[in-house]
């Protein structure tokens, strides 16, 4: 009787710890805290170091632009992040666009990568 009585509490107790470590892994969040503030603090440091990239902060992530695409003589031109370095000058009509496109190169139209870049300039070159 007493061998019988260990096992129950031996599987109640298991059953217990299971639904317990379930629990705990259901409410925990992905990212402590802790980890999110330190990936804040060095993508701070790393876009304070890189002057040629543009960097926007929000909630939690970094997002670091590689080319900017601006308005010259009616046709686009795509910058480095600096907004100085020229990186290609396009034969893309900046009136054939439409007008929500228009106005996002009006006020500098951010590019992260270059499959962003050359998806952009495929889809609007001739």
């Not at 031996?10 to 259901?26: G, K, N």
């Not at 080319?67 to 003589?73: G, K, P």
């Not at 396009?90 to 139209?109: E, M, P, V």
Request: charged share 25%.
């Amino acid at each position: 009787m007493k061998k019988v009585n260990r096992i129950r509490i031996f599987f109640i107790l298991t059953v217990l710890l299971i639904v317990s470590l379930y629990r705990f892994m259901i409410t925990t969040p992905k990212h402590a805290p802790e980890e999110t503030a330190t990936e804040q603090i060095a993508a701070e440091t790393q876009a304070a170091g890189s002057e040629t990239e543009k960097s926007i902060f929000t909630s939690s992530t970094v997002i670091d632009y590689q080319y900017l695409i601006v308005e010259e003589s009616d046709y686009l031109t795509v910058y480095s992040a600096d907004g100085t370095t020229v990186y290609e000058y396009t034969d893309i009509r900046y009136s054939d666009l439409d007008d929500h496109l228009r106005h996002k190169i009006r006020n500098g139209y951010y590019i992260k990568d270059d499959a962003e870049l050359f998806g952009f300039l495929e889809n609007y070159s001739s």
